[in-house]
Structures are given as structure tokens and as C-alpha cells.
């Protein structure tokens, strides 16, 4: 079965750094990975979809690589912002209309 | 216009009555779930729909019963509410287009079963 896990859980940085999320998963087999992030107390937004025969999607200061055969992806944030505070998940699609998610990461920028 | 609403936001009920919640979706997709997420974050996928059949159904207790009136629609009903039960359920939905589609989330239905 599918295993999604994001190292780290939690991460503290001043505002300004560049900084980079890890999201790695056990089965290669996927169709595409998905970015999330959440604020506390809502849904789910999505951020960056990599189809599986891509190797990075941008948007804005958000860069996101896949690497499917190692069974990685990244998230950069380039020039963090307190704003850019909240909790990350990246989502593996495999077959059969699954999608597996990681524990997320806990972001602070801090001021 | 909301993508994925989910209604209520807020539930707050005792021990053994029956909630439901609702979810909707007008982004024509073929498929919906239901997810949990339990105070550790953690997402887990209770069931999917595609045009209104079951397809995916987690190992979930049978108090827990999904209804799909139409594809745009996806309601949970649960029976007999049990504190465990606290959580945060979400409505998502996705395009079928071969497995490629990406996944949209509503803003979640807090339950709180005192």
C-alpha cells in the first residue's frame, strides 16, 4: 500500500528565507502529485499539480519538482512571507480514484 | 461561487443522535469523497463516488452511510454518534479525465459529539 510521508512535521524560519518541504512516497506507480496547503481551522488549497511525466511545476514563489522514480518530490518557497504560514500536504493519485496524503508539514515564518 | 460547499460548518451534537452532512460541488466533476481529519492532521478517505456509484468504501463503521442523489451531490449520514467520531470531515471532489485530475477541497464540517 501506497505510504506518503513528509519530513519535516515542523519547521520555524524568518521571514525572507528560502525554504524547501519534502514529500517522499513507497510506490512509484502514480498518476500525479498534488501541493496543498491549510490554514488553521479551513479546507484544503491546492497549490501545485505535477502530472507523473512532469518533473516540476511553478507558480509564483512556489516551485515543485517530482522526482517518480526516487520517489520524492519538493516544495521551494522562495522569499518566505509570515502570510506563507500553515500547515503543507502533498497527495499521491494512484489508481482507482486513491489519493494518499502525507502528515504534512507545520510551516512558521516568523517576522 | 463556492466550488465545494459543505453544509454545516459547525456541528455540535450528544452522544448517540443522528447528524448528516451535506456537500455539493458545481465543477461538473465525476467524482466525490468524503475524508476525515483527526486532531494529528491526518487525512483518511472514508468513500468515493463516481456518477453516483460507490467505488471506493474504507473499512469505516456501518453508522456511517454516504448517499449520492446525483454527481454534484454527496451527503454523509451517521447513525448513533459516538465521541470518537469527533473530527473534521471534508467533501472533495476530482474529474475522472484518466486519472490525471487534480482535487478540490471544501472548508470542512467540524463535529464535535459531547
Known amino acids: 500500500k501506497q505510504e506518503v510521508t513528509q519530513i519535516p512535521a515542523a519547521l520555524s524560519v524568518p521571514e525572507g528565507e528560502n525554504l524547501v518541504l519534502n514529500c517522499s512516497f513507497t510506490d512509484s506507480a502514480i498518476y500525479n502529485l498534488q501541493w496543498f496547503r491549510q490554514d488553521p481551522g479551513k479546507g484544503l488549497t491546492s497549490l501545485l499539480l505535477?502530472?507523473?511525466?512532469?518533473r516540476e511545476q511553478t507558480s509564483g514563489r512556489l516551485n515543485a519538482s517530482l522526482d517518480k522514480s526516487s520517489g520524492r518530490s519538493t516544495l521551494y518557497i522562495a522569499a518566505s512571507q509570515p502570510g506563507d504560514s500553515a500547515t503543507y500536504l502533498c497527495a499521491v493519485r494512484g489508481g482507482g480514484n486513491q489519493f494518499y496524503f502525507g502528515t504534512g508539514t507545520s510551516l512558521t515564518v516568523i517576522p | 461561487d463556492t466550488a465545494v460547499s459543505q453544509t454545516p460548518k459547525y456541528l455540535v451534537t450528544q452522544m448517540g443522535n443522528d447528524k448528516s452532512i451535506k456537500c455539493e460541488q458545481n465543477l461538473g466533476h465525476d467524482t466525490m469523497y468524503w475524508y476525515k481529519q483527526d486532531s494529528k492532521k491526518f487525512l483518511k478517505i472514508m468513500f468515493s463516488y463516481n456518477n453516483k456509484e460507490l467505488i471506493i468504501n474504507e473499512t469505516v463503521p456501518n453508522r456511517f452511510s454516504p448517499k449520492s442523489p446525483d454527481k454534484a451531490h454527496l451527503n454523509l449520514h451517521i447513525n448513533s454518534l459516538e465521541l470518537g467520531d469527533s473530527a473534521v470531515y471534508f467533501c472533495?471532489?476530482?474529474?475522472?479525465?484518466?486519472?490525471?485530475?487534480?482535487?478540490?477541497f471544501g472548508e470542512g464540517s467540524r463535529l464535535t459529539v459531547l
Open positions: 505535477i502530472q507523473s511525466s512532469q
Open positions: 472533495a471532489s476530482s474529474p475522472q479525465t484518466g486519472n490525471t485530475g487534480e482535487l478540490f
